[in-house]
């Protein structure tokens, strides 16, 4: 079999896998429908990984396949099912100057950071705190990316093409309205976002053998696969071009050796090589490493032992939430409310990956990424943001298209009887006590009138029926009140029950049946 | 560009708005419009189609409204993601027969909107609005951001001297409101004035300064040419989304008038209130937006 076709696969089968993932990402006007995400994003090794944990084991099957695929011809996951290599791959290629002359070279492998960190990320995850995981996760990483930076550029373009065609009253496109979450989340998302896109740019698949957890994971367990890549020292001519293309710098074309456990599977090499020098075979040898060369052990250690640190001092760290200003709405709640199906915020953050796809299919936009709202450990993990929008009554889209389980798929029905807050009106901020006039907004918008007006010195006062309310914040998000709203929802920190609203059946007070009444 | 295309193309982008202008809604101040039959006419009994053929009818046709060629703007109710049998938004067969009316008395185009309060893709397709008014022939277009609305003065208005209104209101030749008769949280009522809040951009300006007195101050701007009220099925209680069908009556009736006023005060009658009872209906009839005093009307009763 011609190897060099290997190649050619790769590179389609990852576009054919990649375009999917971006659009799940950008599609701006929710043309795919829920169950399709989420189908796209099941066999994401990290949130399948997570979702073994959040109780609803269908996500395994997917997990399965990896597995199996890496255990057989190692890690073909990262060169074609990860959407976050493949953008690597783009921005990598996009360095011409490299791609002419200077490639890439053999690199040994740090394993102690790699490995490392997949202990840290995964004690950390088992104690609760996605911290770590959700700054380096591969499909969160993307997403995020994506969400942050191309996303709005997407959005613009269509815009702009709405607009223009809506002067024409043509409404085939029409404006969707950008919603920028906590400037520091935004900021911060996309320095990450940025810094991995230069490392690609100048590195190849470096993020993938240092920071990426699924790639360290996959990385042991490809040291058992089946089939690997090894140099055939017979035919092999020495004429290190294989090396040359290697992104991930696993071939060692001096000794004759390639590190598999870092091998991505790209099979660039395959295709540059001139001779039949590489196999890919059946080989009961363990990983190929090679001895140590050039090795700048200072900068190692002081790259370790800041990483480390840093790590150590964030997820905890209430110094950090000190230091940097928490964003204030006018709302007055305090505490963040996580999506319906969810559980509550406790195991919310334990569970979400922050991956934002929620965040991107929401057809109200109420999911924000948070930025220290849930504490530094929840970094990005998203919140209801009821100063941007409400929570659709009759939707559930959040939890359908989760792909780690942390916003359970609900039935409709199974969703409106989830209280995750409730409404607390403030009656000396409200208009009807502040302007003597009418205006009862917030129970006009309350899909189970868990907020109602009452009769009170002549004009209507909204009351609350805390058993009815759901916290949807369909009361806080119009409320006209300023400078501070009347009428906020205070978070249930364990999700509760609400229960149904129920009334008597209405009768006319004129009857159909008699004269009209004027 | 030089200067002699500059000179070029300002003359004829000129001419052009000038044409579009002179051929659009100032037309209508140099057409002769014969005075009509009645004030309002009531219709029960039937179905919501066939109650509006009856009361168009009544009224001479839609060619009494809508001329050869004219550019027609319906705004129905479509507030809220909820299904017609709800009643929490304008029934979407009373839609589609007036899309087709007017396309019948010759209309160019017809749009049909209206700025949601639930999510408005949801709300425009739960509604049964969209898939209907399209079948119909009409063109469904968004209210759902600022884009949209473009800032006017309100003459005569008492507290509300400004407001951002949807672009297809202000260009179209006719303006036909077709709200639905409901119960209404915040003002009690709502039919053809409350209806107009879903042209307007800033609403909780409203709510901010005396509910009443804005609505029946924006009433004033630009009164719609027919007013079409839904009232076949009407949500008596916990208005205006409604909670479930427990909140619905049947009535099976329909009022079809061009006094917005006229329209708000039978309405309420119809829902079982006072007109005078209804802050905004008090006040628009003061300002002479419309009248209210239903028993000096010429109403046509028709029952089916």
Redesign the interface.
Known sequence: MALRHLRTLRVVTSLLLFLPALFIFIDL??VLPPWAVNALASAELVPAVVKIFSGVGVGAIGLFLVLIMTVSFGRVYCSTICPLGTLQDIFSRLNRKRNSRRRFLFRRQNYLLHYGLLGLTTALALGGSLFLLNLIEPFSSFGRTVVTLLRPIALLLNNGTA?LL?AA?V?VF??V?LHIPSPWALTLSSVFAGALLAMSYMRGRLFCNTLCPAGALLGLLSRLSLFRIVIDKAACKDCGLCEKVCKTGCIDSENMRVDFSACVSCFNCFDACPTVGLRYRVSRAGAQESPPRRVNRRRRALLQGGVGAAMMVLPGSDTLRAVLPVPTGKSRSKLPISPPGSGGTGRFTSRCTACHLCVSAC??QVLSPAFLEYGPGGIFQPRMDYSASTC????AVCGQVCPSGAILPLSIEAKKLVQIGKARFVKDDC?VIT?K?????C???????AV??VKSEGL?LPEVNDDLCIGCGSCEH?C???PNKAIYVESNPVHLAAKK??????????K?SA???? | MDRRTFVKQTVGATLLAGTVAASGRFSRLFAAVPPLPYDLVAVKGGEPEAMFDAAIGALGGMTSFVRKGQKVVIKPNIGWDVTPERAGNTNPKLVSRIVHHCLDAGAKEVYVFDHTCDDWRRAYKTSGIERAAKDAGATVAPGHTESYYHPVSVTGGKVLKEAQVHELILESDVFINVPVLKHHSSSQLTAGMKNQMGIVWDRGYWHRNDLHQCIADFAGYRKPDLTVVDAYLMLKQNGPRGVSLDDVVLLKTQLVTTDIVAADAAAAKLFGVDPDDIGYIKIAAAQKVGRKDLQNLNIKRIAL
Request: glycine content about 6%; overall charge negative; proline content about 18%.
């Open positions: 006007t929710g607009s809506g009253h409404y029409f404006t309205p057809p109200t659709n009554y009759d939707c208009i302007k006039t009418e205006c009862g907004a129970s006009e918008h309350c899909p189970t009138k109602h007006m209507f119009p006209p009140s300023t609203p129920e009334s008597k059946k209405a009768e006319p007070q004129v159909p004269d009209f009444p004027f």
